[in-house]
Structure formats: C-alpha cells, structure tokens
C-alpha cells in the first residue's frame, strides 16, 4: 500500500470469507475509536414505486437489532461513551459511521455490526422514523442545491436512475393497501444488502490484532448473496438531454452559469486523473487565464472547473461561473469564451509538463497532509475501498501516474456545443414549464428548458477566431496561448 512519508499510522486490508473487505487502521495518537461501514446500495436501486426506500432502510437500521433490541439503545450507548453516529445516503452507496472512546469500541463495534445482521425494523418505530424522512424532505424544499440537484434530476434522461427521487416522503413511503411498509423495507434489505458489496474501515489506538479478531468476529457472519458486479446500462444523457439550456429560478439571490458536459464513466483511470488536466487549464486563475479574462469584463466574480455529478456510468464535466449583475446580460458571449478556451486546449499538443505541474500539487497534498480525525478518516477511506483497488485506498485521490494524449484527445471530443447542459441559477422572468410525465412529489420548481439550437449555430461558426475579439480584443490565440505557457511554467 502506497502510504505519505507523513502518514504514522499502520493498515491492514482483508477480505473476510463472506466477501467483506476490511481496512482497519492503527493511530496510536487516535483520541477516538472509529468505524465507518459502506455498501454499494443506493436510492438508484429504490424500486420505482417506492422512491425514497433505500434512505428510509438507512433510518431504520438503526432502531433495535436482536441482541440489542430497545430503540435508541446503539445512539445512547455511544453518546454515554464520548461518541456520535451518523449515516447517509447516496446514489449508489449507503454509508453508516460513528466514533467512540477506545474503551468502549469493542463493545460500540458489536452493537454496529448487528444492523447488517440483525435488525429488527422495529414496527413501533416506523412512522417516527418516516416523519423524519419527511422532515428531511421539507427542509430541503427551500434549499437551493437541493432545488438544483432536483432540476438535474428531471432533465437528464428519465429512464436512469439518477432521474429518481432520492429523499422519499410521507407519499412515497406510505402504507397502502392496508399494509404496513415494513415488509418492503424487510425485502430490500434482504435482497440488496450483501457482505459482498460492502466495505468497512475501522481507526483506533487498538492493535491491528485485536482490531483484525474484533471485526472478523463480529462481521463473519454477515449474509453474502454474491451480488458484486452491478452496472447501470441506460445512458445517462441521450441527445434529447444535451444541447439544452436550463434556467433554474433560485430561492435566494444566486446568479451562477454552469456548463455541464456529460462525458462516460472515468471511475477506471482514477490513476491517471485525466480530466484533471483539463480542470487545472480551465479553472487557472493567474494572469492570462479564463477567469482574469471573464472577471476583467465584469461578468463574473469566480471561476471553477472539472466538478459535476458522477456515477458508476457517466461523469460530468463542469465549468461554473458566479456571476456579477452585468453578467446575467452576458451569457452567450462567456459561453463562447469557455468554448474558445477550449479549443486552445485541444487544439494544441497536450503538454506532459502541464500533467506534472498538477501532479505535483496533487503529490505535494499527499506528502504533507495533516492528521485526520479518525472518524473522517473512517469515512473516508470507507468509500476509497468502493473505488480504488486495495493498494491504492489511501493514495488514490492523489494519484496521476498516467500521462495520455491520446485518452485526453478522446474526452475532449465531448467538450462540443452538441455535448452542452448550459443551467442558468437566477432571478428573473422565468415562464413556468414543467416537464410533462412528472409524476413525482418533486420539489417545487420553475425551470425553462430551451433547446439552444441558436446558440449551437452560432458558437460552431464563430468560436474559433471570430469570439475572440469578444474577449481577448487585444492579443490573438496563438499569442494568448504562448502568453499562458509561460504563466504556467
Ligand atoms: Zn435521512
């Protein structure tokens, strides 16, 4: 395992029979004892009918397992010994952590592993614990990000996953047909959560010994119904759900521009990070780049690059601007600035001294990282044991050791106008459109959706040298990029 010169700590990773991987984690200064458990299970594997199924289970795990069968008995015991609890709920994974005094990790990790072998889905439980879900659900009805993931949500195309509605509700969740929910929540459970598609990582002072016989005691016994190897086969976008523009009225007073391109799932060159290249150009905020040339004109206030949603197939590529007032007005013309930065990536030998140049931030972040709190590392780790292979947990979010021209060559063939999600958060006129066939208690939106077929037309015509007088009126391409070069060097 690939470990910072900085790193004190001691790992060990092992499978247990069942298929469990286990990374467990010495830290002789760890204040605290933590362990953080994930499995490949998420609200894209909610049954249609039920949306909100998988974070529901999430909630309800942690009410009474067999041996410890008295709701809220798992938080108390935690609480009394210096600790907390949490869990969450992605799209393809589900995660449960806590952290506790080391004296009392043994015991604590003995409660834990009874939710994945255990739980009991404690019947008096079950509508708290959807009134909290609901609670969760309204929270979120004002909150900007939320409203935005929403829109994401409902205007990729319907037939993936990430199109459902993730929270669930009182509607979502209900009983029906006379029967209580519990029986669903008992046969997802049964039929998803597998020993095989979960990892655990547990931190604490405790030796690698007696951390390695607690955890194959206690976590042997979880039922492997072999289900490792899921993939999603439906397309993430199709060309009905690119070339589009999205204008999402926010709650607040936010002007932000975001264009997004839908490229295919990276997850496997997660060694050599070749976006990344990408994302270092774009969001270069030094003389000569993208942003001073945009802040410059007044239209933004803040530029940044490479983020987007990702999932086990597709990945997208962002480049989102905070816009100024002026901006908003501007649109069009910053949308051409990104395309004619673009171009003076791809059109150009790609540089291998640039690659390094982010590796060495990358490696430099590595080397000297501050310790972590346990159950961050935990949670951490946790997930890097989802993604990377087991030699590369701990470096892999750090790692580009791949170097490929032809690789960048290929994703950059998905930086087109065609390959455009232009979203546009602000206030202002906005005409209600909503999507038909929505028949999801979604959040409460109003967002346009035009086809930017106008603007296609004009950005393949023009973006090459024609724009360039839109932004850079006083240098030419050629000297712009040997300018940058330089700057970058
Ligand atoms: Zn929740």
Redesign the pocket.
């Given at each position: 395992m690939h470990l910072s010169p900085n790193d004190s700590n001691e790992y060990k990773y092992l499978t247990l029979d069942n298929g469990l991987r286990v990374l467990i984690v010495h830290d002789s200064n760890a204040q605290k004892s933590a362990a953080a458990l994930a499995v490949n299970v998420g609200h894209f594997d909610d049954p249609i009918e039920r949306e909100g199924l998988a974070?529901y289970l999430?909630?309800m795990l942690f009410l009474g397992t067999e041996k410890y069968p008295k709701v809220g008995e798992f938080q108390s015991y935690i609480s009394q010994h210096g600790g907390s609890n949490n869990?969450?709920?992605g799209t393809e994974h589900t995660c449960f952590f806590f952290d506790v005094s080391p004296n009392a990790f043994f015991k604590s990790l003995d409660r834990f592993s009874q939710f994945f072998t255990a739980p009991l889905f404690n019947e008096e439980s079950l509508d708290k614990e959807r009134q909290?879900?609901e609670s969760?659900y309204k929270l979120k009805l004002n909150d900007d990000s939320r409203r935005l993931y929403q829109v994401l949500k409902e205007t990729i195309n319907l037939e993936h996953p990430f199109s459902k509605f993730s929270?669930g509700n009182l509607e979502t969740l209900g009983d029906r047909n006379g029967q209580t929910i519990r029986n669903e929540i008992l046969g997802f459970y049964q039929t998803k959560y597998s020993a095989d598609l979960m990892t655990l990582t547990v931190v604490s002072s405790h030796s690698i010994e007696e951390m390695t016989k607690a955890v194959t005691d206690k976590f042997s016994s979880v039922l492997n119904q072999s289900l490792q190897g899921k993939s999603i086969t439906v397309p993430y976008t199709t060309q009905d759900h690119t070339g589009i523009k999205i204008h999402v009225e926010p709650v607040k007073d936010i002007r932000k521009l975001t264009l997004a391109f839908p490229l295919p799932n990276v997850n496997d060159y997660y060694k050599g990070k070749p976006l990344s290249y990408f994302a270092h150009l774009l969001g270069y905020e030094g003389p000569g780049s993208l942003m001073i040339a945009l802040k410059q004109k007044g239209w933004i206030n803040s530029l940044s690059a490479g983020g987007g949603t990702s999932g086990s197939n597709y990945r997208e590529f962002s480049i989102s601007c905070a816009l100024t007032l002026e901006g908003i007005e501007h649109i069009d013309e910053i949308t051409q600035a990104v395309f004619h930065y673009i171009h003076l990536i791809s059109s150009n030998e790609y540089d291998e001294w640039r690659y390094n140049e982010k590796q060495a931030v990358l490696e430099s972040a590595f080397r000297f990282q501050e310790p972590t709190r346990s159950l961050d590392l935990a949670s951490h780790l946790v997930m890097n044991m989802q993604h990377y292979l087991p030699e590369d947990v701990v470096y892999g979010d750090y790692m580009m050791q791949d170097f490929n021209p032809s690789l960048l060559e290929e994703l950059s063939g998905y930086f087109t106008p065609e390959n455009l999600r232009m979203v546009l958060i602000a206030k202002g006129e906005i005409t209600t459109n909503r999507r038909n066939g929505i028949i999801l208690p979604t959040l409460f939106l109003t967002f346009l959706q035009n086809r930017l077929n106008d603007l296609i037309k004009k950005l393949s015509s023009s973006f090459l040298f024609q724009s360039v007088t839109l932004i850079y009126a006083t240098t030419s391409i050629q000297s712009l990029f040997s300018n940058l070069s330089i700057r970058l060097k």
């Open positions: 974070h999430e909630h869990a969450w709920t909290a879900v969760e929270v």
